[in-house]
């Protein structure tokens, strides 16, 4: 039932009618300060609805970061869009790539500020790996009953009922450009109620986060006045498997690194110089190996060193309902590496992956020789108790301990007649650290509130402590030192990064109760 102010007794006709004439302001004052009433799914459906030819205009902008005239493009756009609901707005230069700024009008000192940020750029695209006349033409598809993907007229879309089992088809439907629609729409729900923000909003839209936002510190050190927030709320990644409400409370970051071992000056020929000059490629597969054990543990000392899991963060992780059988069914694997105790906990240590080898050659390009070299890439996956630099250290010295003489570039003749055993290994970090925020802080229990109160407690928000994926959340704290919330809004089976991207529009529709409830909440 509506919030109802109760009219006191009052023997004054006048006094009864000034009272009655005062209750809208009064519904409404309290609405703007305590926060407006939860957003129906159908009302929420109804604003979603109204934006979605701008998706389909959005997602038609070509958005890769490598081109600064269709970031340009993009930018422009969503000036518009964001002007349109009345956001003051700012492009933020970037070497020709700007980031858009915009703040929601009627800002109140008394009122906590929330910083959201989200990114308009999106991943390349391979035109031919998608199952549609162009990434960049977003169609409309629905599952047959032989759970394919056919297109079908989006004109449905528009107008009518929906299907919230629908799917938008187009770079960057998913990754991020849904999530940005999602909160005009909810603006535009918010304005029709009659109502404002419980908190101050201010909204950051990236313009280079698929290429590990190389420039985001310098962009928000430049600007820091303007970004001054109480906290951030991040819309990137997706949602838990099951699609309930998710917070996640912290990324890994990411590093590469690469690692060559050596052996003679040239390839050989096998026959005259194998069992006598040392096979590198076989030298690295035994480094490899001395780096991890048979359950997939990293076995260089002090790689987990760092890493404390309490048992209230335990409980937590043991409580997202994973469904590892399912998990495991759909990756192909009998068993997982022993890292965790279960997925959860896996994401809470940092990684060694070795992502591509090479040595000479393979197929129809291969040889009779003993390679001169072999080549390992890895990527080192960071929490925020072991960064690049910490794991990158440990992994060195344990190279040195299996004998090893690291040199920088191609060794000398010098080194060659010096040392057995040569290598060269190098590190850095991929533009984006790891970071994490306190499950109970108070941006913490506010979105976990916002969530609950909008989608119930049966069954609860799902609450994450650390995802895989990486987002520039370290370098955007690290400027801002406030704490921060990622709240996921888009299906888990999106194929961002991929071929076929997409997003579900029932997943469209709860983003923007989501963010509506957010909005409606004071910090």
């Known amino acids: 039932m509506p919030f109802e102010p109760a009219v006191p007794q009052t023997s004054s006709p006048r006094a009864l009618h000034s009272l009655r004439a005062l209750l809208p302001v009064l519904v409404l004052g309290t609405a703007g300060l305590a926060g407006a009433a939860e957003l129906s799914p159908a ?47 700012q492009q933020l230069p970037n070497d020709g790539k700007p980031m858009l700024y915009a703040e929601y009008p009627g800002s109140d000192p008394a009122r906590k500020t929330v910083l959201f940020y989200m990114h308009m750029d999106g991943q390349p695209v391979i035109p031919a790996q998608w199952a549609q006349k162009s990434p960049w033409t977003p169609v409309l598809k629905r599952k047959t009953g032989k759970g394919e993907w056919e ?22 439907s998913a990754d991020d450009k849904g999530p940005i629609m999602m909160m005009l729409a909810a603006i535009d729900a918010l304005k029709a109620g009659g109502g404002q923000p419980a908190v101050n909003v201010k909204v950051i839209l990236d313009s280079e986060e698929e290429k590990g936002s190389p420039s985001i510190t310098g962009v928000m050190k430049a600007h820091s006045d303007l970004l001054r927030t109480d906290a951030i709320v991040i819309h990137d990644g997706p949602m838990h498997a099951t699609n309930r409400p998710t917070l996640v409370f912290g990324n890994r970051g990411a590093a590469q690194a690469q690692l060559v071992v050596y052996g003679a000056k040239v390839p050989l020929h096998s026959g005259h110089y194998g069992n006598y000059s040392p096979n590198p490629a076989q030298r690295l597969a035994t480094l490899l190996a001395s780096m991890k054990d048979g359950q997939g543990r990293v076995t260089v000392p002090g ?8 048992e209230a963060d335990r409980k937590i992780m043991a409580a997202v309902p994973d469904d590892e059988a399912a998990l495991k069914r759909r990756l192909g694997i009998a068993q997982t590496d022993k ?20 040595s000479a050659a393979v197929g129809d390009k291969v040889a009779n020789i003993v390679p001169d070299k072999a080549v390992a890439e890895l990527d080192l996956r960071t ?5 690049a630099a910490y794991l990158g250290q440990q992994i060195e010295k344990h190279i040195v301990k299996q004998g090893y003489h690291l040199v920088k570039g191609m060794p000398t003749d010098e080194d060659r007649a010096r040392y057995d055993k040569l290598a060269s290994f190098s590190y850095q970090s991929e533009g984006a650290d790891a970071a994490g925020s306190p499950v109970d802080s108070v941006v913490g229990k506010w979105a976990y509130k ?3 109160d909008s989608f119930g407690t049966s069954p609860a928000p799902v609450r994450i402590r650390m995802m895989g994926g990486t987002v520039p959340t370290a370098e955007i704290v690290r400027v801002l030192q406030v704490p921060f919330a990622i709240i996921p809004l888009v299906n888990a089976d999106n194929n961002q990064h991929a071929a076929n991207e997409n997003l579900r529009m029932g997943n469209y529709v709860s983003g923007v109760r989501t963010i509506h409830s957010l909005l409606t909440h004071p910090l």
């Open 151 to 172: 297109e079908i007229d989006s004109a449905p879309l528009f107008s009518g009922s929906l299907d919230p089992e629908w799917r938008v088809f187009g770079r960057a």
């Open 383 to 387: 929490t925020p108790d072991s960064d």
């Open 339 to 358: 890292v965790g105790a279960n997925y959860q906990e896996a994401m809470q240590y940092p990684s060694l992956n070795v992502r591509g080898m090479a």
């Open 450 to 452: 916002s969530l609950t």
């Open 303 to 310: 790689y987990y060193s760092h890493v404390k899991i309490g």
């Open 43 to 89: 009302d929420a459906e109804r604003h979603a609805q109204a934006t979605y030819r701008e998706y389909f205009e959005l997602l038609s902008l070509p958005n890769d970061a490598i081109v600064p005239e269709d970031i340009r493009k993009n930018v422009e756009w969503l000036e518009q869009a964001f002007r349109k609901r009345g956001f003051t707005t």
